[in-house]
């Protein structure tokens, strides 16, 4: 699961981890019986599995869909192992316009010729990642789990758990506050130990610490819904936020925004950043979008 900068993404990141195979002995009949410290036991495996490093040897391209306040945009991505390299290829869901076009490959003309740009690029993404990463690695212990059922899934049998906070939890910083005010289901797939869909809602009124000070209000929601796209390689597909609340205290907060990623395509494995962009400046294949009509 994925996740940027300051904002509540980051409660989940985009997870390039390694899938380690992990099969459970246990069966539907036994699992009806999991207690609150199997189910424990079952999130720190798949915790320690979303926060495992590096690409499984196999980086991808793909298509990223967002809209928020800012519009609707279409991004095309190639993932390599000196970071992500984008090109926008719809805004508002309609073809770029050419003097569009020409800013994207100005944009990307600059970055192949500026190395030091794309190294400053990857660091914050490995940065935000680590930040993530911290808050995957609470989630066994920020929360009570208790089991729901087990049911069919893309990849498997999902195992569905529901959460709410654990009282015992005592976060070291701010940014894990937000868990005391949590709560939701979370599927989990049994072969693989990888975290299928993270469905929550804010039950109380939460602080936040994603870079400054603030505070997110009762009611708001986190949709996140992961998928293995290939070789074991498992990816956020869908997010959704719905937020509200405080910045500094004073600049309200009203988080809308909704991703999806789709048209997964694998790529060479030592593929670099440079390589990339020449990629993304060849003609490019034909989006979902313009597919239909």
Known sequence: MRICTFSPFQILPRLIGPALLVLFSWSPGVLAQMTPAEAQALVRKASQNETAKGLNGQPFRFLLRKIDEKGDITKEIVQTKEGDIARLVLYNNQPLTDERKQQERERLDHLMTHPE???????????????????????????????????????????KLRFKPNPQFSPADREAEIYHGMAGQLWIDQNQARMVCLDAHLIADVNFGWGFLGRLYKGGSILVQQADVGY??????????????????????????????????????????????????APPAPTQASAQH
């Open 232 to 281: 074991h390689h498992w990816e956020t597909i869908h997010l959704k936020l719905s937020l509200t609340g405080k910045a500094l205290m004073f600049k309200s907060l009203n988080i809308q925004t909704q991703e999806d990623e789709s048209d997964f395509r694998p790529v060479p494995k030592d593929i670099g950043y440079q390589d990339a962009i020449r990629m993304l400046e």
């Open 117 to 159: 740009e794309q190294q400053r690029r990857h660091r914050r993404e490995q940065e935000d990642s680590e930040r993530a990463d911290k808050l995957v690695k609470l989630l066994p212990d920020a929360f009570i789990y208790e089991y729901i059922e087990t049911a069919p899934g893309a990849s498997g049998p999902v195992i």
